[in-house]
């Protein structure tokens, strides 16, 4: 079985400012990791996700994320956060390459102060 | 973008009644999932359809059921409502038969219960 846990429901950063949303996950078998963003009224939009290869992957909009095993983590960084970054973010696990439904985090709601 | 759309965007309904939502794939995508985000939380997977067929229930009890078409639209229904089955209701689309590496996520229809 797999879980996300997402530390801080609610991150607020200045305009300019490092980004950093934590994500621990717990999985049984290799996992495929994800972030997904949601603006106000809409559905989810696919940020970056990690399946093989490269721990360090990179995103849209300058998100980037790095898998750490050892740690069981896959937090998401932006090293300049902007006013249009402001909106729900959600961590989300899959397991078996894939082959099963995804299982997000409660989400971190990310503020931006001009 | 996505081109996944689902029908209607806003609904309310009262206890005891029965809902039908619509999503609409895109051409091609075999794979049809539908996940339930109530208010402050992370989506929650309910099923998924591969043509046609169910092969993926998430812990929701029977009274939610699904229908996948071959014209690559699909319904979930979702019988003698509750107070709790308020929620965000979201469609994804995926091409391949199972996995999640490539899913589209439609808006999502908002149901209210009263």
């Known amino acids: 079985a797999q879980s996300v846990t997402q530390l801080g429901s609610h991150v607020s950063v200045s305009e300019g400012a490092l980004v950093l949303l934590r994500c621990n996950y717990s999985s049984s078998v290799p996992p495929y990791l994800f972030w997904y963003v949601q603006y106000p009224n809409q ?9 093989t290869g490269a721990t360090l992957v990179k995103g849209i909009n300058g998100f980037e994320a790095e898998f750490k095993k050892s740690e069981t983590s896959f937090h998401l960084t932006k090293p300049s956060a902007h006013m249009s ?30 | 973008e996505t081109g996944v759309t689902q029908s209607p965007t806003h609904l309310i309904k009262t206890r005891g009644q029965q809902v039908t939502l619509r999503c609409s794939s895109q051409s091609g995508h075999n794979t049809v999932s ?14 998924q359809y591969y043509r046609e067929e169910e092969n993926g229930r998430g812990n929701f009890p029977p009274r939610f059921s ?7 639209s ?27 590496e490539k899913l589209f996520f439609g808006s999502g229809t908002q149901l209210s219960v009263l």
């Open chain 2, 66 to 72: 699904g229908l996948q078409f071959p014209n690559y």
């Open chain 1, 43 to 51: 559905g989810l939009q696919l940020l970056l996700k990690y399946t």
């Open chain 1, 85 to 114: 970054d402001a909106a729900e973010y959600f961590c989300a696990v899959s397991g078996y390459s894939g082959n099963t439904p995804l299982v997000f985090g409660k989400g971190t709601r990310l503020s931006v102060i001009a």
């Open chain 2, 34 to 47: 539908w996940y339930q985000q109530a208010l402050g939380q992370g989506p929650q997977f309910i099923f």
């Open chain 2, 74 to 100: 699909s319904e979930l229904n979702v019988n003698a409502l509750e107070l709790d089955d308020s929620a965000l209701y979201l469609c994804a689309s995926s091409p391949g038969s199972l996995g999640t």
